[in-house]
């Protein structure tokens, strides 16, 4: 199916907890600090995220493709897609929205490839 971008979805914070609402998702927000980026992976929920700050690019490993994403951008990655997001300078604040409330050590709970082939 792969990871789907939309640039410049939203201009406030009302606009993303407005679509969070109407999708019937659960918000949390995430900021990942400075990093070279994780390796390639899947999650088990589908992760809708909201670039608040900073920006970043993500690797859609069915079609091999970066995507350049900043602030006002909303990506969808769908349960069990291969994805990663790229190098972080400073920070990129997200709000995700889940589709069930989960604790903060469960909500990004990363699985290799190969996991998902024995899902």
Do not use: C
């Amino acid at each position: 199916m792969g990871l789907k971008f939309y640039k410049q979805f939203f201009t406030s914070k009302k606009e993303v907890l407005d679509d969070i609402e109407k999708n019937g998702t659960w918000p949390t927000t995430f900021v990942s600090g400075s990093t070279d980026g994780p390796p390639v992976h899947w999650h088990k929920d589908e992760v809708q995220a909201y670039i608040m700050e900073g920006e970043t690019d993500f690797l859609d490993a069915e079609t091999n493709k970066r995507t350049m994403v900043s602030a006002g951008d909303k990506i969808i990655v769908p349960m069990g897609e291969l994805h990663a997001e790229g190098a972080i300078k400073d920070r990129v604040v997200y709000i995700l929205a889940l589709p069930e409330p989960r604790l903060p050590e469960d909500f990004l709970t990363m699985f290799t490839p190969e996991q998902r082939t024995n899902q």
